[in-house]
């Protein structure tokens, strides 16, 4: 089941017209960039099946064994204009029994410029969801736990690393909080009932985000917190594969013209684990 895999890439932004290049507070970017990436790698094209983790009355799929790529490539930003990129990245999954399913993925990756070697980072992400646990006749509890640590080096103005929604507090749609380095920590507890409500697999949920974004100082940080509840649903006859409410609560959170509380409806789990072993390379990445 073990497979070599090569791949290649190409990404193109080239704006006809912007607003500008990037905003005051660095949030909004319209830069022209174009970058040439290849990888080569090793994948095990096996994995785990489960039901109800992430989704709703559906089997899933998670990665099995150890996966890894050497990702090579040529950078051409309107900014930092061109660079040579080098990254590695290496993916272990692994499901133990009455307790639950683990993935841990190490990356590193950074641009050559001549002499200089910049906007290095560093990454470990480990995520766990537990085996299903029952409540009673009727219910069942399932536990989520992951931790991302991102520690960036030599990075240049406008390319900090970033926490919003997709790395870090959900409900965060906007680039503001940046850093060199950031620490998150998600925990969330969902309960599904086995019993359909009025044709629908349902799931309820409450969840703790909370991510530190440090500058180059040690004593310079941003800490922002997120914390609520929502709840799943799907109803294949109703045509709803999926959709999730959520309730969310910033303390003391000190981002410009947003509320310290959000109602966000979708149609994806934004958190749900993605298998990169199965049938097609996705593993090919600059970094954010």
Request: zero cysteines.
């Given at each position: ?5 090569i791949?290649?890439?190409?990404n ?14 660095g ?25 109800s ?12 064994g150890l996966?890894?790529?050497l ?6 930003d309107?900014?930092l204009q061109?660079?040579?990129?080098s ?23 950074g641009?050559?410029?001549?002499n ?20 009673g ?11 991302t ?8 103005l ?9 790395n870090?507090v959900?409900g ?25 409500i ?30 609520g509840a929502?709840?799943?649903l799907?109803n ?10 959520t ?12 509320k ?8 994806e ?16 990445s600059?970094?954010?």
């Open positions: 089941l073990l497979r070599m895999i791949s290649g890439r190409m193109n932004y080239n704006y006809l017209s912007r607003p500008f290049k990037r905003s005051a507070d949030a909004q970017i319209f830069l022209n960039r174009t970058y040439f990436l290849g990888s080569i790698g090793f994948a095990n094209w096996d994995y785990y099946v489960e039901h983790v992430y989704y709703l009355g559906q089997a899933e799929y998670f990665s099995k996966n890894g790529a990702i090579l490539g040529f950078d051409n309107e900014e061109k660079r040579f990129y990254g590695l990245q290496l993916d272990y999954g692994k499901y133990f029994n009455h307790f639950g399913y683990m993935d841990t993925r190490v990356s590193y990756g641009f050559t410029k001549k200089s070697y910049q906007q290095i980072l560093f990454r470990f992400s480990n995520n766990f969801f537990s085996s299903p646990v029952k409540l006749r009727r219910f069942v509890m399932r536990q989520f736990v992951s931790t640590i991102n520690l960036g080096f030599n990075r240049p406008g390319k900090e690393i970033v926490m919003n929604n997709a870090g959900r965060i749609f906007i680039n503001y909080v940046r850093g060199m380095r950031s620490y998150v920590f998600n925990f969330e507890t969902d309960v599904y009932p086995t019993f359909k009025l044709g629908f697999y349902s799931s309820a949920f409450a969840f703790a985000d909370v991510a530190l974004v440090q500058q180059n100082s040690l004593s310079g940080y941003t800490l922002t917190q997120g914390y929502g709840l799943r799907r294949l006859a109703m045509g709803i594969g999926y959709f999730e409410i309730f969310a609560y910033y303390p003391n959170l000190n981002i410009p013209n947003m310290p509380y959000a109602a966000i409806g979708g149609f789990n934004k958190r749900a684990s993605v298998g990169d072993n199965f049938f097609e390379p996705t593993l090919l600059t970094d954010n």
